[in-house]
């Protein structure tokens, strides 16, 4: 577990955040309202279903980590006060933002680095570093599972995310080509970083 500083706590996900992440993953990917709509339960079920068996794999493999609004946190847990030396309780608490790791070695390099995926936070906590402490927080899981580099993928016109990266020091390493985007909104760009 690890404090980032008063307000946010962020720590490895546990079986009792599985229903919290599959709400703010679905809500985050796939926004309320349009055609889709009637399919957001099957959309969240499917999500719920592959964290679970995500959150069952291997430590030195992957890893889920989220963000607990400290906040919501004593709201939701009268007596908890500001002090990180206390345990938290066991319920549920809220997950305010989320990312996930995994380790990658693609067999034309065979070179191992971390994959990150399903960045999200929640919309009415955003833009507050929630996002930034948990790329700080991966960065030291990347270092402690011995890995020097870090990749992404960021839809290249979420102009937002790109910034967020660019910030936390994620360069380009290459563009999608056009035939690859043809059945996606926007073209995806790779973003890497060294954090040897």
Not at 71 to 88: K, R
Not at 129 to 140: C, D, M, N, T, V
Not at 167 to 185: C, I, K, M, S
């Amino acid at each position: 577990m690890q404090q980032t500083s008063y307000d946010v706590l962020i720590r490895a996900a546990r079986r009792d955040d599985i229903g919290p992440l599959s709400v703010l993953l679905t809500d985050s990917f796939h926004p309320p309202g349009g055609a889709m709509e009637i399919l957001r339960p099957l959309l969240q079920l499917g999500i719920r279903e592959d964290l679970r068996y995500r959150l069952q794999k291997s430590a030195s493999q992957y890893a889920c980590l989220v963000a607990v609004h400290r906040s919501q946190l004593a709201s939701s847990h009268p007596g908890i006060n500001d002090d990180p030396s206390e345990p938290l309780p066991s319920a549920p608490l809220p997950v305010v933002g989320t990312l996930e790791l995994s380790v990658r070695r693609p067999w034309w390099t065979g070179d191992r680095y971390i994959y990150i995926s399903n960045v999200a936070v929640d919309r009415r906590f955003r833009r507050r570093g929630i996002a930034q402490r948990l790329l700080q927080a991966s960065e030291g899981i990347g270092r402690s599972w011995g890995l020097s580099q870090l990749q992404l993928h960021v839809m290249a016109d979420n102009a937002p995310a790109r910034q967020l990266y660019g910030r936390a020091g994620y360069t380009v390493q290459n563009d999608e080509p056009r035939f690859e985007a043809l059945f996606q909104r926007s073209r995806r760009i790779s973003l890497r970083k060294n954090i040897a």
